[in-house]
């Protein structure tokens, strides 16, 4: 006798599991749950409107739903008290929480645009900066190959003057020999007109006293 019961018990509940579903309390102040299919039946809980509750079966006959709240509490409802939507209320405070999101979220890619444009704008600056580096390495590669060739150039200049020195040093040398020869051949001029001039003087006395 208690397995038919069993089983038939069994075969509901689990028949209401498979067709429960979900569904809000209309826009009550509250909504009485209770045991039964009775307004004379106890109440179990009273109800917030907007709560959300799962449908576990139906009754039409009698107009109550057999209904879970969210704590886990079961019991009856009448279904003119159920609603497949949300209620207006919890939509308006849904709404208004997806709108302050929105406006957050938009707060936020403002803020994020802002420094986007704070980075562009150091980017930029970095840039310049690298640019006028750039500049400055190219000016100071410049400079040093300037510096060099001028340093080619002096190297090459002391080159010339030092070979100049020795050209002039042996042209100096040159000259003092000429002058060397010039004055050694002079002084033998001398010499020899010391011997020519007594012996010619000489010859002409001879030659007058053989006149006489």
Do not use: H
Not at 23 to 28: E, M, N, P, V
């Amino acid at each position: 006798m208690k397995k038919p019961f069993i089983c038939l018990f069994a075969s509901l509940f689990f028949t209401n599991i498979a067709l429960a579903k979900t569904a809000y309390i209309t826009d009550k102040v509250e909504v009485p749950l209770r045991s039964g299919e009775s307004e004379r039946t106890k109440i179990v809980k009273m109800l917030e409107n907007g709560a959300p509750v799962m449908v576990l079966g139906d009754n039409t006959e009698n107009g109550y739903t057999y209904i879970q709240t969210g704590s886990g509490a079961e019991g009856f409802i009448l279904t003119r008290y159920l609603t497949g939507e949300p209620s207006a209320r919890n939509q308006l405070e849904a709404a208004n929480k997806k709108l302050e999101a929105l406006l957050e979220e938009n707060k936020q890619l403002k803020a994020s645009q802002a420094s986007s444009q704070e980075v562009g704008k150091e980017r930029d600056k970095l840039s310049a900066d690298l640019a006028e580096l750039q500049q400055t390495a190219a000016n100071a590669i410049q400079l040093k190959q300037q510096r060099d060739q001028l340093q080619e150039r002096v190297i090459a200049v002391e080159r010339e003057l030092q070979q100049l020195k020795r050209e002039n040093l042996a042209l100096t040398d040159n000259t003092n020999q000429d002058w060397f020869l010039y004055g050694g051949g002079l002084s033998l001029f001398g010499v020899l007109l010391g011997f020519i001039l007594p012996k010619l003087s000489w010859r002409r006395r001879s030659s007058g006293w053989d006149t006489f």
